[in-house]
DNA sequence: ATGCCTCAGCTCCTGAGA
């Protein structure tokens, strides 16, 4: 079984580049972030052609998540239970026996600003669920746009972020206490190259001088560790035409 | 640099992202 995640930032831009990875890279979960569409524009009928199924739950200009599947998800639930949020930023669906758990974690802008405290308590409401989740579903994966850096390997400048959003401490206690939960931080259990992102700024030539960080992360449960036999950030689609600043992470579960 | 890109939309500027 393979999994990804892939912050696509806009899928009406970025359709066809969804549809050309999917081809190249038959995976049989993949969870998109930042669709920024509404729920009628979302294109599953060519989501359904190039053989997958879909679930989605949008917005207006912001936000947005999916979950495309080669055999339908089951027991789908929008966004976090008891955590009252007018933004679609998670979706989670069973899968082959996997929950699967598809999320856009907030930006946060800055610490100290309304977002951040926002970010704080999304966190807070997340790890709350997330261990009800893991009560039922001891084969669990959360994958998404974390918007947060585990440590300084994850930034290409750990001194100049320091404390700058991302890479706060703040941010990485919830991080931490998600792992504490009972999860795994997929990329890091195989051997990976040094300097390793998975989002460059479009600005300043950043992907091309990598400059990033990795802030898009798969965390599996105990119960899938000894499953995983690999997970990789796949850089092509950033030499795309009109690329999105994110790239794919891929697991793969034997 | 409160910038640099890119995207959506109450679209020719602004807000937001990271």
Redesign the pocket.
């Known amino acids: 079984m393979k999994l990804a995640t892939w912050?696509i930032?806009?899928?009406?831009?970025?359709l066809p580049q969804v549809l050309d990875w999917l081809a190249a890279n038959p995976v049989d979960v993949l969870a998109l972030?930042?669709l920024?569409?509404?729920d009628d524009k979302f294109p599953a009928d060519a989501f359904q052609a190039a053989g997958y199924s879909s679930q989605w739950f949008g917005q207006?200009?912001?936000n947005g998540v999916a979950l495309l599947t080669r055999t339908p998800a089951t027991e789908v639930v929008k966004n976090i239970p008891g955590f009252d949020d007018d933004m679609a930023r998670v979706i989670t669906g069973t899968v082959e026996g996997v929950r699967v758990i598809g999320a856009?974690f907030?930006?946060g802008?800055?610490p100290g600003t309304d977002?951040f405290e926002y970010k704080m308590e999304w966190l807070k409401g997340l790890r709350h669920w997330v261990k009800a989740e893991l009560e039922r579903h001891p084969q669990l994966v959360l994958m998404g746009?974390y918007?947060i850096t585990f440590d300084d390997l994850d930034v290409w400048d750990p001194e100049g972020m320091r404390e700058q959003?991302?890479c706060t401490e703040d941010e990485r206690y919830h991080l931490r206490a998600l792992i504490a939960l009972g999860l795994h931080d997929s990329y890091r259990l195989f051997d990976q190259p040094a300097k390793s992102y998975s989002?460059w700024?479009?600005?300043?030539f950043g992907f091309r001088r990598n400059r990033g960080?990795r802030?898009d992360h798969i965390l599996i449960s105990n119960a899938l560790k000894d499953k995983a036999t690999a997970c990789t950030i796949d850089k092509t689609p950033r030499s795309n035409e009109?690329p999105s600043?994110?790239t794919p992470v891929v697991l793969t579960l034997n």
Do not use: G
């Not at 700024?201 to 300043?204: A, E, I, L």
């Open positions: 912050n930032n806009s899928l009406s831009v970025r972030q930042e920024k569409m509404t207006k200009t912001y856009y907030p930006n802008q800055a977002k746009d918007n959003i991302h989002w700024d479009y600005r300043d960080m802030i009109r600043d994110h």
